[in-house]
């Protein structure tokens, strides 16, 4: 009962059990009532012993391999951290209740797996700390590597949470991160996207998306063959495929060589498939919002970077301008505009037929940010090579649609140079002076 816990501590039992562990440090019987009594006191914030409890708890978990020492050692760990915001122990600790982990035992591995969540969440956020925890980690994620999903995908959270931070990119490359995914991958091959291995899928493609924006350089063409495959092997839920998408669309900026692999590899087609996917849930189930943003996002900034599509394009194009038109997101029209923008002639022909230029119209009369208006602008430049682009352009208002932006960003010389090349183009074509005849007044005042 929680009313004892401070008349023992009071009465100096938290000092003799102090006492205890440092005399008997292999005595697993003395070792395991002492853990079981720390894990049960309510230990106060600020108590002197605290600190030493801390260590001890640790020197039980290495030095008694037996079950019992193990798990009320890894449960007072647990609790003690859990009660404190900041970080008592050290990242030791982690690479110990992983070693002891290494237990078959389904008890051990429950207790361990709390424990070991909430250390890697209060890890603090500093460079050694990290490193080491990241080596810790690394080693965990190698040595675990045909373990329980659960325990592994534990593992790989905690592998993310520092690559997030940004710092560590090239301290996970140096333990062969990369190589450990893919083999991570292939041993979980085959299990249900909705399983724990499912589970553990979605956190590796994390791992793999942030790598391959941060230093996409060091990613080999074997690493996505292998994720490649898993794509094409599992069924995988829609949070994988994001990530990978992502992932695909920072490869192809870094270099047009990349960009050349993934489409002869299948990427670009591997794409279209799943976006023609989200539509028909969308159309045929109805699709949950967020979800659908996030994928057509994904989806969208991959293609924006992969184009020229080839033999992809026409269906890539369909899918890019239903994306613009169903979702209010402004990356996704964002990324529609930059797709639009890099398409050749022949493709230009087959966006026309689709009322591109009506499309990404509405998205810029929608959304009046900077960003947008000049990418827009860059897209309507190249939608221009098919000549009905002009007035159909200036049948839904686009003049005063591009005067607007000049004048809401007149610090932009981006945006006033792209439409000034707008206007002057659409005043040289008759059918779009008919239908906005202030575009006389273009050729007679240039800005």
């Not at 859990?82 to 030791?92: A, G, I, N």
């Not at 599992?234 to 270099?255: E, P």
């Not at 049948?395 to 090349?421: C, D, H, W, Y």
Request: glycine share 4%.
């Amino acid at each position: 009962e929680d009313k004892w816990s401070p008349e023992l501590i009071d009465r100096g039992v938290l000092g003799q059990v102090v006492t205890l562990m440092e005399r008997y440090p292999d005595s697993p019987q003395v070792q395991k009532s002492c853990c079981a009594l720390l894990w049960a006191l309510d230990l106060p914030l600020n108590h002197a012993l605290l600190q030493k409890c801390c260590f001890l708890l640790v020197d039980a978990l290495q030095a008694c391999p037996q079950e019992d020492v193990q798990k009320y050692a890894i449960l007072a760990i647990h609790r003690l951290q859990r009660r404190h915001d900041f970080w008592l122990f050290s990242v030791e600790t982690v690479h110990a209740v992983l070693q002891a982990m290494q237990n078959p035992s389904s008890r051990l591995q429950e207790v361990g797996l709390k424990a070991l969540g909430c250390l890697i969440q209060h890890v603090p956020s500093e460079d050694d700390a990290d490193g080491m925890l990241l080596a810790a980690l690394m080693k965990a994620a190698s040595c675990l590597s045909q373990s329980k999903p659960q325990l592994l995908n534990v593992v790989w959270h905690g592998i993310v949470k520092r690559l997030e931070r940004g710092d560590c990119v090239d301290e996970f490359l140096k333990h062969k991160g990369l190589k450990k995914i893919c083999k991570t991958l292939h041993h979980f091959q085959g299990h249900d996207p909705h399983s724990r291995g499912g589970l553990l899928r979605i956190t590796l493609s994390k791992a793999w998306k942030i790598v391959c924006k941060e230093a996409a350089e060091q990613v080999m063409e074997l690493h996505v063959e292998n994720i490649l495959g898993a794509l094409e092997r599992d069924q995988v839920r829609y949070s994988v495929m994001n990530n990978y998408c992502i992932a695909f669309g920072h490869l192809a900026q870094q270099s047009d060589s990349w960009q050349e692999w993934l489409f002869s590899n299948g990427v670009v087609r591997v794409i279209v498939r799943y976006m023609e996917a989200l539509k028909d849930e969308d159309e045929n189930l109805g699709c949950n919002e967020s979800k659908l943003d996030k994928g057509l996002s994904s989806c969208s900034f991959a293609l924006s970077n992969l184009y020229p599509c080839q033999k992809h394009s026409l269906r890539a194009i369909r899918l890019i301008l239903w994306a613009m038109k169903r979702s209010k997101e402004e990356a996704i029209a964002l990324n529609g505009a930059m797709f639009l923008s890099k398409l050749s002639a022949t493709d230009v022909a087959k966006a026309t037929a689709l009322d591109a230029c009506e499309t990404l119209a509405a998205a810029m009369a929608a959304r009046d940010t900077g960003k947008m208006q000049l990418e827009g602008c860059r897209a309507l430049l190249n939608l221009f090579q098919s000549q009905p682009n002009k007035a159909r352009l200036a049948a839904v208002s686009g003049v005063s649609m591009i005067l607007n932006a000049i004048e809401q960003f007149p610090e932009s010389m981006r945006i006033k140079t792209e439409g000034q090349k707008l206007l002057a183009s659409m005043s040289e074509d008759i059918a779009a002076v008919a239908l906005a005849p202030e575009l006389r007044l273009v050729q007679l005042f240039r800005f």
